[in-house]
């Protein structure tokens, strides 16, 4: 319209005035994007860049809109940075704020280390986005956040930022994301937060430090949809002003210490869709108003102290999740549930419920978990659980169920873990179940089932644990039970089982527990069994089995639990038998005879040999006739003749040597003072006190002789290890502790605490753990006698400077040893044992390079002798061992354990140590794992080249159960019994059917049983 009224001189004008303006905006924007590449060539020569994440910034670039993780607005400003998952490493970017249009910035999944400081953040006050999860700053968070007025989303998450949540987080009104999980903040959760009333999710969770209770303000974040604060320490009771958040869709409070009831106020959160309060300490019913959340898709409120009855609602909601197991519910499970259509896992186990299930229970819906154990539920099982073919648990244990089994089981091709015993469930069982080709564990134990074992098991090869001791089971024990080539566990004992024992047994190579006891089996014990090298237990007690033991038996590797007894087996004992490192041992009430071979003669298998009246002892064994008595005593006078005889003349001959001893005694006696003044405290043998865990062939004088600094093997923070070479041709390792240094009464105090300890570890025996023969104990010494170790440890194999490369099924075979070692610990032994201190120095080789763990529970025998602990690696494991959730709790369990010995896995398959300046600055081993295992060819970075070849399938294998015992939660570790078992799939002489493909390696969630092994 100006144009029209205006002449032609101020049309010539007006435009060559835009077109200045036009020119001169262009000039700006090439200006201002030419100083933005500056500001990125800065920010890029403050970062260690190992993987080239800045090689498309090329300096030559006058603009950087085409640069990797660089966003320009059209005017050539730069408006986001996208560093994420570089593995860049360095502090965070202070030039980065300089960017007048810089609204979004990302560094998470790097390395970025320091911490926040004014000058560097307080400048962003354009930035909308900012993103620094996952890398490792430190320090407090910033209290000038509330500079950054702009902000929408905030992610500090996963660093290890601690002290207080600042009052300026509570001023940041146009907030909608607000993540500071997994960091080690402390205090309480504060008022101010509820200031935020933009806010759509808020993150706490995973600060263990966090106390206090949680503030009723937060129910005026009434746009919430996301609150996530479990796992902090969080008590009192929950707010119910929470009840406000209308908008909530996830509210997960779990793993904290809230008591109290849960508010009846919950019920107002309609657009709930997952409640997750496990793990805390509620108390009181269940609101039964509850059951109208018509959203609710996933309620867990399991290991609390909840009491009173399921609320009938929950059968009219759409649920797909509902965990309420170890609490004290009573009443019937409502029937309702029996009609959902979404269901995919009940979990009700360790409670007080009674009745019936509901007969339509899995007719509707995809039931994958059913786990009602330890209740007292009683009735027959529900024919429909499984026809939507998707049950894989069904685990109804402890309960007071009877009848036949449905036959409707037999067709679950799904099931894998079967869990019925404890129960009065009587019949046959379906013929088809036997064989369920996906069936991993199948446990009938203590019913009443009768029939046979069905041929069809050869189908059930997956099975690795099958219980069905305690039933009236009967008939021959099928040949087609050693096609199962998985399985490790067999329990059969206290049925009906008779005739022979299979031959296909000794196909069985990953077999570790064999248990017939208590049956009616006739025929001989099988002798080609040299197969069974993983077998530990072996119990055929109480059936009609004949002719010898098998010399066979004193070949297998780790057995440790022999039981025969009972039998009408004949001939003698094998000596070979002697080989095996049992804890308990048994061939009483047979027809055995000849002598109890020497080795066996020990006072810990006293009452093995009872009721068999062929056999005899040297050594007077408890119930057993001496060898040769008559002979002995028709010798007797012959034998006092040749005693008096001889006595005169060695009278004669030691007077003389006695008297020519007495003239040199002068000179000798000067000779030796200083040397016995020297050691007259320490070697004053007579004050030594020996206390023997095995039959010994020494002596304490010959284990104080040896203690000379020419038989030196080893020295650390506890004391000394010297070699000793004893008089029998036998060698161990005596390790030396250090002196307490303390008054004689503090010394004795401690010498108990000593003694305690190391009765416990006396009566651990097995094949993989370093057997303690003795110790022996002075005023303010100790000393532990352990059977020698000739290969030395795995770390200096590995790692020190004689390292020698080791092929993979040696390596592998070491990893299952250790594994089985620390399993024991954990599972077998009461109380269960922590090590504390797993690492590959604490794994020894003999001379066959078996592994032997050494060194478990020193730390606590260390700590209740009075020796220093704030410098030994025992008492919170060694650097590059130690589990992250160390840091939270200051505390070690066999969960840190599990840790550790990943990383030794680790160290296995990789070849690398567990801290190694390569990694690049606060990196140990898992991290540099972790950062390379999503990439294309993972497995050709990560695995020890000098190995890979024909065993990288087996690797690669033994590398997931490696990432998954390296877990940063806990809970997500497996326990090491269920490592053994994965690792025992990953045998390099065995090649699984499957295979992994070279290129993308993710570790996958392992899920523990819900429940113990037996009640």
């Known amino acids: 319209m100006l144009l029209k009224m205006a002449g032609p001189a101020a049309k010539f004008r007006l435009c060559f005035f835009v077109f200045g ?6 000039g700006y924007s090439a200006a201002q994007s030419s100083q933005d590449a500056l500001y990125l060539r800065q920010l890029k020569s403050g970062f260690d860049d190992p993987n080239g994440f800045f090689l498309s910034w090329n300096d030559n670039d006058a603009s950087p809109c085409k640069w990797k993780g660089v966003t320009c607005d059209v005017t050539g400003n730069v408006t986001a940075i996208d560093l994420s998952d570089g593995n860049i490493a360095g502090e965070f970017p202070a030039i980065a704020c300089r960017l007048p249009a810089l609204r979004n910035l990302s560094l998470a999944y790097n390395n970025v280390n320091g911490s926040i400081r004014e000058e560097d953040l307080g400048r962003c006050e354009t930035l909308e986005w900012l993103d620094l999860s996952q890398n490792i700053l430190v320090g407090e968070l910033p209290d000038f956040i509330s500079k950054l007025t702009n902000l929408q989303y905030l992610d500090l998450s996963s660093n290890n930022f601690s002290g207080i949540i600042p009052p300026g987080f509570g001023n940041l009104p146009k907030l909608q994301v607000l993540s500071l999980h997994a960091n080690l903040l402390n205090s309480t959760v504060p008022a101010y937060l509820g200031n935020l009333t933009s806010l759509v999710q808020l993150n706490l969770a995973w600060n263990p430090t966090i106390t206090g209770t949680l503030p009723p303000e ?94 009938d609602g929950f059968g009219s909601l759409d649920l797909e999740s509902l965990n309420l197991y170890e609490n004290n519910l009573t009443g019937k499970i409502p029937p309702g549930l029996g009609s959902l259509a979404s269901l995919t896992e009940l979990k009700l186990f360790s409670n007080k419920l009674t009745g019936a299930l509901p007969e339509n229970l899995g007719r509707n819906c995809p039931l994958e978990t059913l786990d009602l154990a330890t209740n007292q539920l009683s009735g027959s099982l529900p024919p ?50 036997w064989g369920l080709s996906h069936l991993s564990l199948l446990e009938l134990r203590h019913n009443k089932f009768e029939g046979s074992i069905s041929s069809s098991i050869a189908g059930a090869k997956n099975l690795s644990q099958l219980d069905i001791t305690g039933n009236k089971f009967s008939g021959d024990m099928p040949e087609q039970i050693g096609e199962l080539w998985n399985i490790t566990e067999i329990i059969a004992g206290n049925n009906l089982f008779s005739g022979n024992l299979p031959r296909s047994l000794v196909n069985l190579l990953r077999l570790a527990r064999l248990d017939l006891g208590n ?160 050691n007259k405290a320490f070697m004053d043998k007579s004050s030594w006190m020996l206390t023997s865990f095995h039959r010994l062939g020494f002596s304490e004088y010959e284990i104080l002789d040896c203690l000379d600094e020419d038989n030196v093997i080893g020295t650390g923070g506890a004391g000394k290890v010297y070699k000793a070479t004893l008089s029998n041709g036998e060698t161990v390792a005596v390790k030396r502790l250090w002196s307490s240094g303390k008054s004689r009464e503090e010394a004795d105090f401690n010498d108990n605490g000593f003694k305690a300890e190391v009765d416990t570890l006396g009566k651990i025996r097995h094949k993989n753990i370093v057997k303690l023969w003795c110790c022996c104990a002075h005023r303010d010494s100790n000393l532990l006698v352990y059977e020698y170790m000739p290969n030395g ?34 599972h077998d032994c009461v109380p269960a044992i922590a090590h504390r201190d797993v690492k590959s120095n604490n794994i020894l080789l003999d001379g066959d390079f078996v592994a032997h763990v050494a060194d478990f529970g020193l730390a606590k025998i260390l700590q209740s002798c009075g020796r220093g602990t704030d410098s030994m690696s025992t008492i919170a494991g060694s650097y590059g061992y130690i589990a992250p959730e160390y840091a939270y709790t200051l505390k070690v369990n066999e969960k840190s354990d599990i840790y550790s010995f990943g990383v030794v896995m680790l160290e296995l398959v990789t070849g690398r140590r567990p801290v190694d300046p390569a990694f690049g600055e606060n990196k140990d081993l898992v991290k540099w794992v972790c950062t390379r295992i999503e990439k294309k060819n993972a497995l050709e970075e990560i695995l020890d080249p000098k190995l890979v070849g024909c065993f990288k399938e087996e690797m690669a294998m033994v590398l997931k159960v490696a990432l998954l015992c390296t877990s940063a939660l806990p809970i997500n570790r497996p326990s090491m019994r269920r490592v053994v078992e994965m690792l025992q799939e990953a045998n390099p002489l065995h090649k699984a059917k499957g295979s992994v493909k070279s290129g993308k390696l993710s570790p996958y969630y392992y899920e523990e049983p819900s429940v113990p092994d037996s009640p």
């Not at 949809?225 to 008590?235: D, H, P, Q, T």
């Open 21 to 26: 303006v036009v020119v001169s905006s262009l």
């Open 218 to 311: 937060l129910g005026n974040l009434i746009n919430l949809e996301n609150l996530w604060v479990a796992a902090c320490s969080i008590g009192g009771k929950i707010p119910s002003e929470l009840g406000n958040l209308l908008h909530l869709t996830n509210f997960d409070i779990s793993q904290n210490q809230f008591t109290g009831s849960i508010p009846e106020s919950i019920a107002k959160l309609k657009n709930v869709v997952q409640i997750e309060l496990y793990s805390n300490k509620l108390s009181g019913p269940i609101p039964s108003a509850m059951g109208d959340l018509k959203a609710l898709k996933r309620f867990d409120a399991s290991s609390n102290m909840l009491n009173g009855s399921i609320p």
């Open 384 to 433: 429909h659980l499984c026809r939507m073919k998707s049950l894989q648990v069904l685990s109804v244990f402890s309960n007071q169920f009877s009848g036949a089994l449905p036959e409707t089981l037999g067709s679950c091709t799904s099931l894998m873990r079967v869990r019925l015993g404890y129960n009065e469930f009587n019949g046959t069982v379906p013929e088809s179940l």
């Open 519 to 678: 049956n009616q089996i006739t025929g001989n014990l099988l002798t080609e069994i040299e197969s069974w090298q993983q077998l530990t237990d072996l119990n055929l007690k109480n059936n009609k089995l004949i002719g010898s033991i098998p010399e066979a038996l004193g070949s297998l590797p780790v057995l440790t639990y022999l039981d025969l007894s009972g039998n009408e087996l004949s001939g003698s004992i094998p000596k070979e038998l002697g080989n095996l490192k049992l804890n308990t041992f048994n061939v009483s009430d047979n027809r055995l005879s000849g002598p109890v071979p020497s080795v066996l003669e020990n006072a810990a298998y006293e009452d093995s040999f009872l009721g068999n009246p062929g056999l005899c002892s040297v050594s007077q064994l408890n119930g057993i006739a001496t060898c040769g008595s008559a002979s002995r005593r028709r010798s007797t006078g012959w034998l006092m003749g040749c005693i008096f005889a001889l006595a005169g003349i060695i009278l004669i001959v030691g007077l003389a040597w006695f008297y020519r001893r007495y003239r040199n005694f002068d000179r000798a006696e000067g000779k030796d003072k200083n040397k016995n003044n020297k």
């Open 793 to 826: 440890s795995l770390g200096d194999l590995l790692h020190g400077p004689k390292a020698s490369v080791l092929d993979w099924p040696i390596r592998y075979r070491i990893a299952v040893g250790a594994a089985q070692g620390l399993a024991y610990l954990h």
